[in-house]
């Protein structure tokens, strides 16, 4: 049997952003705390994935012309 969707029970986008913001928040302060990786190396792994992701979304917008 199937629970069926409430106001009650069903999550907005919002709060599962926040929610998703939060357990990241939480496993990076765990992994420097626990020194398995650092503060840098999280920014040069951000930075690389911004860069990635900017080169995906520059090839998508080339190929649309």
């Known amino acids: 049997m199937?629970?069926?969707l409430t106001p009650h029970n069903v999550l907005t986008a919002e709060e599962v952003l926040k929610t998703e913001?939060?357990?990241?928040?939480?496993?990076i302060d765990l992994l420097?705390?626990?020194?398995?990786?650092?503060v840098e190396e999280l920014?040069?792994?951000v930075k690389e994935?911004?860069?990635e992701r900017q080169a995906?979304?520059?090839d998508w917008?080339?190929?649309?012309r």
């Open 2 to 4: 199937t629970e069926q």
């Open 21 to 27: 913001i939060i357990l990241n928040q939480a496993l």
């Open 32 to 38: 420097i705390k626990k020194d398995i990786i650092t």
């Open 43 to 45: 920014v040069k792994g």
């Open 49 to 51: 994935i911004k860069r």
């Open 56 to 58: 995906i979304v520059n």
């Open 61 to 64: 917008d080339s190929n649309m």
